[in-house]
């Protein structure tokens, strides 16, 4: 919200800079985003008074003259006949801007500059320089009374340069929508008064007959609407509003319409009570020739035109205002086309009402239809101020447009609202502050804040809340408000206590961070994707029925529960590869979503995706162009299980299709599955315009940070050394590494500590399904040095377990 400062002052005093003014504010928890200066009429034009003139040595026309400002003296040189000292001018000061002038492109930046070798420090002007008139001859004599260093412009009456601040509002803070509710924060912080705009007696204008005779109000829904004012003005004169209303409403972002709609406007900002202006000679009469406005709930399929010339369909929820054939308004969010102010408007209906908070936000948000009114009432306006705000507007419109207002008012208000009392119990205030503020201070706080004091002892006050404060329901919002004012920044700094013991929560996130880190010192950058997706992006990965799909999606591309992270990954690659980053290697950790014969399952997950070159530009090897493969997947895998302890892992290959992947294996600890691994179908890496091989893998996190979670006990670094033996044998092309893994643990062979493959072959040597195995077996003895022999003949158990277990053909063996 963008208020003047100027505004502002009149509510309330400030001495200080609007610079102090944002910070105050921003340590009362009002969010400052910014301080616009707004440059007005004759900026930097000042009344100065001639002390002195002189003839400037070698000039007949050009005289020099001390001149004062009201903060020191300037010497100026002049051209103009027409001064004497003594005489009152007006001096534009250096580095200001004079009025643009016919004819100029940009305007005339006045400097000092030396004349005839003298420093003339500034420009006094004439009424054409200034724009007010064709007078060139001579300078622009003020009177005698004219005070020495008035700006011009506030001297004669005109726009002066402005300072708008732009207020953040938080939505439990309604009250601060408007200039009333700002100027009461910085009068409880700076123990100053607030200023009410002096409402008159608008007898003067009031003739017969009456409201109540001309104006028929019926509310049909007064939970949705309990309180409504609305008065009668007659015979007004619609037209331009006058300069200082049409620079408020410009200065906070408002166009000016007409004089009785920007008063509407300049009250809604003044003390934050939305208004409306009805044409009342467009309003259907009842049977008696009453003004009929009656507040309803729309018929079904009932259709109505906005100001803003969208005709909407409204339900049956919504709540409008009506006469007595057709609706006029969308209540407290926007009139109609069919009774808006008009030029030839001559009678006025002015409402102003309180709405119920929830049905306006439902409203707006399903027509998609936000307005400063509707800001306001979906928060929570003021229902006390309600009577006020129409009084002060009828005042307006009457100064303004003039005319005749009907005797009285007509309003609906059955049931007051009763006030709110919450208890403050002085020693909760430290006990949640950690500081001591003494129970006067507490009371005197928020007292300033506007609450009363109901009843007060030695432990706890009773206060009274105030209408315009929505947001104060219990005795923690009382000691957020002491706070505030006391001063947040008066709050001590300390080193939080800390809990007792640990949580489960404490190793869970430890876990996770763990893995973080060693995910990044891998070489893989962190993504975070979008927890919904679409459903046609998840069913890549899940079956159809074990999709979470929304009941109300905003969007059909955020429909579903990500069943898994892979999609999400995919989305991050190509937003990369589309911006150019080729080579890109991510990780992410997050929730995954399946619906299970139990109900939804949420599980964590890990998940890697790689495309584009293994190695970074600069490198300068063989293989530098290599693109990732699935080696790479599985070198990373095993590295973090290597790092996490993590053992046991086998992969084997899927051989049934998946639309995902065009080669893929499963990961699994004996029977049960912890993870995927898979080359991307190059058809779909297309449709996600990913041109080099996309390699994906995911992990169940949840049971890797179980297995971490293990205790381990240290281990000292071996004393003896190892012995290695390799084989390299062929076997069938089924056979797959998990398979050779297996027949080796089974062996159980004593003191075997590492089991490596490091190479595969087919060739014309090797007989067709077949293929070439090389592995590397070490072994080592905890407590001596094993002998070549021992070691052979452990190593003939694993040979004979290969040939037994896989009908491994043995090349070679040594």
């Known amino acids: 919200m963008r208020i003047p400062f100027s505004w502002l002052k009149q509510f309330v005093d400030w001495e200080d800079t609007p610079e102090a003014l944002a910070e105050r504010l921003t340590m009362l928890g009002l969010e400052v985003e910014g301080l616009e200066r707004i440059p007005g009429e004759w900026e930097g034009v000042v009344v100065a008074q001639v002390l002195t003139r002189e003839p400037v040595p070698g000039s007949d026309k050009l005289s020099v003259c001390r001149v004062y400002d009201g903060q020191r003296q300037r010497t100026i040189i002049c051209g103009a006949p027409n001064h004497q000292p003594g005489n009152k001018v007006a001096l534009i000061l250096p580095g200001h801007a004079l009025p643009t002038q016919p004819g100029q492109k ?41 005070p020495v260093g008035m700006p011009l412009a506030e001297y004669l009456g005109r726009s002066r340069g402005e300072v708008v601040l732009d207020l953040e509002i938080t939505p439990n803070r309604p009250d601060l929508a408007s200039v009333l509710g700002v100027a009461r924060e910085i009068a409880a912080a700076t123990g100053k008064r607030v200023r009410l705009p002096e409402l008159t007696d608008l007898t003067a204008w009031e003739a017969a007959p009456s409201a109540a005779d001309q104006i028929s109000l019926i509310v049909e829904e007064p939970e949705l609407c309990p309180r409504y004012v609305a008065r009668l003005i007659q015979d007004v004169q619609i037209g331009p509003s006058p300069d200082w209303l049409r620079r408020a409403l410009e200065r906070v972002g408002l166009r000016s319409i007409n004089n009785v709609v920007d008063v509407t406007n300049y009250v809604m900002l003044e003390c934050g009570q939305p208004l409306h202006a009805f044409d009342a000679e467009l309003l259907a009469r009842d049977s008696a020739g009453r003004f009929t406005l009656c507040v309803r709930r729309a018929a079904p399929g009932e259709r109505f035109r906005t100001l803003d010339g969208q005709e909407r369909e409204l339900r049956e929820d919504m709540l409008l205002i009506a006469d007595a054939a057709k609706a006029i308004a969308l209540a407290g969010i926007m009139g109609g086309e069919n009774s808006e102010v ?41 229902p006390a101020i309600t009577d006020w705000a129409s009084h002060r507007a009828a005042q307006l419109i009457l100064q303004i447009a003039g005319g005749r207002l009907a005797l009285g008012k007509v309003e ?39 609450l009363k004091t109901v009843t007060v002892n030695d432990e706890s006050a009773t206060f009274e809340i105030p209408s315009w404060r929505h947001d104060l329901k219990r005795e923690a919002d009382l000691i957020e408000e002491v706070e505030r004012l006391h001063g947040v920044e008066r709050v001590p700094a300390t080193v939080p206590r800390g809990g007792l013991g640990s949580h489960p929560a404490d190793t869970l996130y430890d876990g996770m961070a763990h893995i973080r880190q060693l995910c990044c010192g891998l070489g893989l950058d962190e993504a975070q994707g979008q927890t919904l997706i679409s459903e046609s992006a998840a069913r890549l990965v899940c079956p159809e029925a074990a999709l979470v799909r929304l009941a109300n999606p905003l969007s059909s591309d955020m429909n579903t529960l990500r069943p898994s992270l892979l999609p999400g990954l995919l989305d991050s690659l190509r937003h990369n590869v589309t911006r150019k980053n080729l080579d ?10 399946r619906r299970t014969e139990k109900g939804v399952q949420e599980q964590r997950r890990l998940a890697w995706a790689l495309t584009g070159r293994r190695h970074p530009v600069f490198w300068s090897g063989n293989d530098r162009d290599a693109k990732y493969d699935l080696a790479d997947a599985r070198g990373l895998l095993d590295e973090l299980l290597e790092h996490l302890d993590v053992r046991g ?30 080359l991307v179908s190059p058809i779909l890496a297309r449709q996600y315009d990913l041109r080099d091989p996309v390699v994906l893998m995911e992990l169940d996190l949840d049971w890797l940070l179980s297995q ?26 089924s056979v797959t590494h998990a398979d050779v893994m ?73």
């Open 412 to 450: 609906h208000h059955p049931s007051p609202a009763l006030p709110r009392h919450v208890t403050l119990r002085f020693n909760r205030v430290k006990a949640i502050l950690g500081i001591d503020i003494p129970a006067e201070a507490q009371c005197r706080h928020l007292a300033a804040l506007g």
């Open 106 to 146: 940009e305007p005339l930046v006045i400097r000092e500059r030396k004349v005839f070798g003298i420093l003339s420090e500034g420009m006094m002007c004439s009424p054409r320089e200034l724009g007010l008139s064709e007078d060139a001859e001579g300078l622009l004599i003020l009177p005698e009374d004219a």
């Open 342 to 382: 008009r030029p030839e408007t001559r009678h006025v209906l002015l409402e102003s009402a309180w709405f119920q908070p929830t049905n306006i936000r439902r409203t707006s948000k399903a027509l998609g239809l936000r307005t400063e009114s509707s800001y306001r009432f979906e928060r929570g306006a003021d």
């Open 708 to 733: 971490r979670a293990r205790s381990r006990a240290f281990q000292p670094l071996p004393l003896y050394p190892a012995i290695r033996r390799d084989v390299a044998m062929v076997v069938p092309e």
């Open 742 to 814: 297996r027949v080796v643990q089974q062996a159980r062979v004593n003191h075997l500590v590492r089991v490596d493959i490091f190479d595969v072959f087919r060739g014309v040597s090797i007989p067709p399904g077949c293929k070439s195995l090389a592995y590397a077996f070490t072994y080592r003895a905890p407590d001596r040095t094993l002998t070549d022999a021992e070691v052979n003949t452990l190593h003939a158990r694993v040979v004979a377990a290969l040939r037994a277990g896989l009908q491994a053909t043995i090349r070679e063996s040594s």
């Open 584 to 593: 890109v290697a991510l990780f992410e950790i997050g929730r995954v979503f």
């Open 649 to 678: 892992v086998m992969m084997h290959r899927r051989t049934e299709i998946s639309p995902l992947f065009i080669e893929s294996a499963t990961l699994q600890v004996g029977r049960q599955w912890i993870g995927e691994l898979g």
